[in-house]
C-alpha cells in the first residue's frame, strides 16, 4: 500500500484549488478549451480507482484528460495538490443518512458504514494519511454531518471530535486490511482458501500441534468459521460492535 499523505502540497494553493476560488490561477478554463480543475481531477479519481494511488501521476492523468503533461501543471501544482483535491471531491460524493431522531448507535453505525462504503467505492482513499486532513468543502461538510451522530449525548466538543476520530481510525484500518487481503488475493490469483490447500501438506509436515496447543485448536476454529486466515468483514463486524461498547461507557456510563 501507499504512504502518500494529504496537505502535502502548497497549503495556500491547495485552499484555493479545493475552495475553487474564482480568481486562483487555474479554478477555471485553462488552455485547453472546456478542461477544468474538476474534469482533471475526476480523470485521476477515475485512474486511482482502476490501478491504485500509486498509478496516479501527473503524466497519465495528462493523457487521460488530452493534454500534455505540461500543460496539466496549469490546473493542478502537482500530484500533492492533486491528492488533495481527489479526497475532497469523493468526501462531496458521499451519501449522508438522516441522522436526526435516531438512537445514537444507530447514528454511529450510519457514520462507520458511510466511511466504509466510501472506501468500497475507492479503495486507494483508506491508504492515505489525513493527519493533516485537506481543508476544503466536502471535508467540512463530511465533518459537520458526522459530529451530529454524537450530538446531544452530554459530550463536550474535545471528545465529540476525539469519539468521531476514534470511530472514522477504525473504519480507515478495517478498510486498508481488507484492501491488502484484497490486493494479494489479485496478485497471488488464488483465495486465501486456495492458498491453504496448497500449503497444509507443509504446514501439517513441519507444525508441531503439542508444541503450540492453543494456537493449534484457535486457529483451526478461526480458519473453519472464515474458511481462511482472516476474515475482512469479520473483523469489520466484531471490531465495531467493540468500537460501539467502548463509546457506550463514555456516553451511557458517564465514565470520562
Given at each position: 500500500?501507499?504512504?502518500?499523505?494529504?496537505?502535502?502540497?502548497?497549503?495556500?494553493?491547495?485552499?484555493?484549488?479545493?475552495?475553487?476560488?474564482?480568481?486562483?490561477?487555474?479554478?477555471?478554463?485553462?488552455?485547453?478549451?472546456?478542461?477544468?480543475?474538476?474534469?482533471?481531477?475526476?480523470?485521476?479519481?477515475?485512474?486511482?480507482?482502476?490501478?491504485?494511488?500509486?498509478?496516479?501521476?501527473?503524466?497519465?492523468?495528462?493523457?487521460?484528460?488530452?493534454?500534455?503533461?505540461?500543460?496539466?501543471?496549469?490546473?493542478?501544482?502537482?500530484?500533492?495538490?492533486?491528492?488533495?483535491?481527489?479526497?475532497?471531491?469523493?468526501?462531496?460524493?458521499?451519501?449522508?443518512?438522516?441522522?436526526?431522531?435516531?438512537?445514537?448507535?444507530?447514528?454511529?453505525?450510519?457514520?462507520?458504514?458511510?466511511?466504509?462504503?466510501?472506501?468500497?467505492?475507492?479503495?486507494?482513499?483508506?491508504?492515505?494519511?489525513?493527519s493533516r486532513p485537506p481543508l476544503g468543502?466536502?471535508?467540512?461538510?463530511?465533518?459537520?454531518?458526522?459530529?451530529?451522530?454524537?450530538?446531544?449525548?452530554?459530550?463536550?466538543?474535545?471528545?465529540?471530535?476525539?469519539?468521531?476520530?476514534?470511530?472514522?481510525?477504525?473504519?480507515?484500518?478495517?478498510?486498508?486490511?481488507?484492501?491488502?487481503?484484497?490486493?494479494?488475493?489479485?496478485?497471488?490469483?488464488?483465495?486465501?482458501?486456495?492458498?491453504?490447500?496448497?500449503?497444509?501438506?507443509?504446514?501439517?509436515?513441519?507444525?508441531?500441534?503439542?508444541?503450540?496447543?492453543?494456537?493449534?485448536?484457535?486457529?483451526?476454529?478461526?480458519?473453519?468459521?472464515?474458511?481462511?486466515?482472516?476474515?475482512?468483514?469479520?473483523?469489520?463486524?466484531?471490531?465495531?460492535?467493540?468500537?460501539?461498547?467502548?463509546?457506550?461507557?463514555?456516553?451511557?456510563?458517564?465514565?470520562?
Amino acid at each position: 500500500m501507499g504512504s502518500d499523505g494529504s496537505s502535502g502540497g502548497d497549503p495556500a494553493r491547495t485552499l484555493e484549488l479545493l475552495w475553487r476560488d474564482p480568481n486562483a490561477k487555474g479554478t477555471q478554463r485553462g488552455p485547453r478549451q472546456g478542461l477544468t480543475v474538476d474534469r482533471v481531477v475526476a480523470a485521476a479519481i477515475e485512474l486511482a480507482d482502476a490501478e491504485g494511488v500509486q498509478a496516479v501521476t501527473m503524466r497519465r492523468v495528462a493523457q487521460a484528460v488530452g493534454v500534455a503533461p505540461m500543460s496539466l501543471y496549469t490546473y493542478v501544482p502537482g500530484k500533492a495538490e492533486l491528492l488533495d483535491l481527489m479526497l475532497d471531491t469523493v468526501y462531496v460524493q458521499m451519501a449522508r443518512t438522516d441522522l436526526s431522531n435516531k438512537p445514537w448507535r444507530i447514528r454511529v453505525e450510519a457514520v462507520a458504514q458511510e466511511n466504509r462504503d466510501l472506501y468500497e467505492r475507492h479503495r486507494w482513499a483508506a491508504t492515505i494519511s489525513t493527519s493533516r486532513p485537506p481543508l476544503g468543502p466536502g471535508l467540512m461538510a463530511k465533518y459537520e454531518h458526522e459530529l451530529t451522530a454524537f450530538a446531544g449525548l452530554g459530550l463536550d466538543d474535545v471528545e465529540m471530535d476525539a469519539a468521531l476520530t476514534y470511530l472514522l481510525s477504525f473504519v480507515q484500518a478495517s478498510a486498508r486490511s481488507a484492501a491488502e487481503v484484497a490486493s494479494i488475493q489479485r496478485d497471488s490469483a488464488m483465495s486465501d482458501e486456495q492458498w491453504w490447500a496448497v500449503n497444509a501438506p507443509f504446514l501439517a509436515h513441519v507444525f508441531d500441534e503439542t508444541k503450540y496447543p492453543t494456537a493449534a485448536r484457535v486457529g483451526a476454529a478461526a480458519g473453519a468459521a472464515h474458511r481462511s486466515a482472516y476474515s475482512p468483514t469479520h473483523a469489520y463486524e466484531f471490531g465495531l460492535r467493540r468500537v460501539l461498547d467502548g463509546l457506550g461507557v463514555l456516553i451511557e456510563g458517564g465514565s470520562k
